[in-house]
């Protein structure tokens, strides 16, 4: 029954355990001998085998399904129970194609412009290194995860429930910076944060630049991180500096950040203006609609999955609250018609970071529909269903949820 | 500055940043290109280059010395500032050689014999899955971590800081194996842990097995590990099951674990009745000197190590409090004239684990010698020097754990 968890991932495969992720990296040979080991099978099945694009090429692809170059999920079974996602396991979300390696190639001296402050400047990271330093658990989220459980089928990435990972960063509190800039300029109302990604060519930049506006109420937990998981911040996940916004949808945690502005309106460009938006099946993007800023509480199981032996069963999963911590995370084996109180598993890293979850129960031969539900300190809860939009964004409802599991 | 640590590490090495682990697994040529570019360079002159044994071959070679094919400590500029140690960077002693693979072929499978309960029990990891889980971090530590510095010349490995890390660990709490096994038998004084390794020919299992006694005010925290941070435990580290004393020194985290007994009296094997045991400097070790149990206030400086550039530096450390939650930690620029509260790093793990810790601070051109002190929640602090003792076990002094570093 714990097949994919990550106590039984690589049970039956010492070179996985003893030699880690040189397994892995020996490339397709080794991969796929793994790949009927670790217990992936099954779900293997449903894909297109595809391999990782070059500057994602150390991630570990038995944990990854490949959606495209650009977008990788970790899979619901390589989740694990951990308090913090190894960055070999994280999900890849890219709006741009990859900067080339040479900006990491002297990280301290990337620049980084500051405005919108009494007194804007131009700093290294080198600099930022020396006004202060936090480390900070927060999960990271696309927004769109969940989004291949839409009826509608809302275009974009089909992510299931692996669009999520938590990810222990580290870098400068934003605030320190404005403090020691003179503090944020009068009447400004965002945070606007630019990549630093080359625009393709002929491309009109309103179109296509990653640009995010967050409200100033966001500058208490930003921060600029420059370290993912005590390594330096790999490029495929925005190194050599990222701005972080704890709690907040992926899409505002804006890799390779190039300038950070305090701003009175929030950016024109396309990604703030009418991309990431709330908006009813069908309507078009506009900046009216709610834009996709602070996570919503969800949990999903992990484990088991598909089946389960019958006897004493350990119901594991992963639960998050975006920007208010947790209060409890119940679990029902009948499809919701009655729960029972879930056990947070390991460490509290804080109210932006997830929390693994287990439930022990016995399960007698038969199916049985495994669903979680997450409520915060401020009652908060996740809904039954869906909120159905036009992009298929912030889906947190416990039903679509859960899983079916045959226990013989 | 900040040569060394983990933000900078690898700052010029964009191969190791987006390749990771592959660009150190692809053996000497690009481990030895690697080097030069990590900042270890003027520790590496110090060291014999030696290769990684084939059971540890996984690890990050770079980070580590190799005192031996049982012993490598993690390089004092690779101990970063995380609240877990990654696995490839964490230190190794072994006792005995190192189990056969096909010991973690079937991990579920393997046996622990659970005698001085009231039901003794053979159990599988399969069936203590099903007993109940739980996720705990703390430090592990070589009793003798930190025996380099003793002037008698302590026999053994010649350990600085580095035969330390903290680590998640995820298992079955041994007090729930206890409750399912109708209790501790009356009069039980000890939890006495064997290892499954084999032992060589021709010599006395007495003088030779590893096997250890804690006493049973251990059972409240200890757990059957059979996962380190997020993955199956490592062979190398012990695995498939591992016998873990949150807060007691490292060997008696017993690895392979075949049986854990409740006894009435300590062993009397070697390792325990005479080995580790704190005795003046000449004197043999018997069983009525103090054991290496519960470990001591500890705390050293990470970074800078060597050299820094005048104006504002950020010192980094880690400190630990063994059973203890730590209270505050200080540090010292002038060898202990003044001292300054140093900031906590990170969210805390809990009583267990150690805590990185920062500390802002301008240094002008010069000499310094930097020190840190820890203290825990019962006014417990680091001494300043050592107690010197015959086998170098405990040593918590401040004194010598500073670092000089050069300001220019």
Redesign the interface.
Same mark, same amino acid.
């Given at each position: 029954m714990?097949q994919g968890t990550?106590?039984?991932? =690589?049970?039956?495969d010492? =070179?996985l355990?003893?030699?880690?992720?040189?397994q892995i990296?020996l490339g397709s040979a080794g991969a796929m001998a793994a790949v009927s080991l670790l217990g992936f099978a099954p779900l293997a099945k449903a894909e297109e085998p595809k391999t990782l694009p070059d500057?994602a @090429?150390?991630k570990e692809r038995n944990a990854l399904i490949v959606h495209s170059t650009n977008t990788m999920e970790t899979r619901r079974d390589a989740i =694990?129970? =951990?308090?913090?996602t190894?960055? *070999?396991r994280l999900f890849v979300r890219n709006n741009l194609p990859t900067p080339p390696?040479?900006i990491?190639? *002297?990280?301290?001296a990337w620049e980084v412009r500051i405005e919108g402050v009494k007194n804007p400047k131009t700093m290294t990271i080198g600099e930022l290194?020396?006004i202060?330093?936090?480390?900070?658990?927060s999960v990271l989220q696309c927004s769109g995860n969940g989004r291949a459980f839409f009826p509608h089928g809302a275009g974009g990435t089909q992510w299931s429930v692996g669009a999520a990972g938590c990810v222990?960063w580290?870098g400068v509190p934003l605030k320190d910076v404005v403090a020691a800039l003179g503090g944020m300029a009068d009447g400004m109302e965002y945070i606007t944060s630019t990549g630093g990604e080359e625009l393709p060519d002929g491309l009109d930049p309103k179109q296509v630049t990653v640009e995010r506006s967050v409200p100033t109420r966001a500058l208490e937990n930003a921060l600029l991180a420059?370290?993912m998981? *005590?390594?330096?911040l790999?490029?495929?996940h925005g190194?050599p500096l990222r701005m972080v916004v704890p709690g907040f949808y992926g899409v505002n945690n804006v890799k390779y950040v190039k300038q950070v502005a305090f701003t009175e309106n929030q950016t024109d460009v396309k990604i703030q203006a009418s991309s990431y938006r709330i908006r009813d099946v069908g309507e078009k993007g506009s900046p009216d609609q709610p834009s996709m800023w602070e996570m919503n509480v969800k949990s999903w199981v992990t484990s088991p999955l598909e089946t389960g032996t019958s006897?004493?069963?350990?119901i594991y999963g992963v639960a998050l609250g975006g920007t208010v911590p947790l209060d409890k995370v119940e679990v029902s084996i009948d499809g919701g018609k009655s729960w029972k109180a879930a056990r947070f598993?390991?460490? *509290?890293?804080?109210p932006f @970071?997830w929390r693994?979850f287990?439930m022990?129960t016995d399960l007698s031969p038969g199916e049985y529909r495994i669903v979680s539900k997450a409520t915060d300190v401020e009652g908060n809860s996740q809904p039954e269903g869906r909120i159905d939009n036009e992009r298929g964004y912030g889906h947190n409802g416990w039903s679509d949820h859960g899983v079916t599991v045959a226990v013989s």
């Open positions: 714990k990550s106590i039984q991932r =690589g049970a039956n010492p =070179g355990i003893n030699q880690g992720r040189r990296l500057y @090429a150390w =694990g129970q =951990g308090v913090v190894p960055s *070999d390696e040479s990491v190639a *002297d990280r301290d290194k020396d202060g330093v936090t480390t900070t658990a222990m580290t420059w370290e998981n *005590d390594e330096p790999p490029l495929t190194g006897g004493r069963n350990m598993l390991g460490p *509290d890293l804080g @970071a693994p287990v022990a």
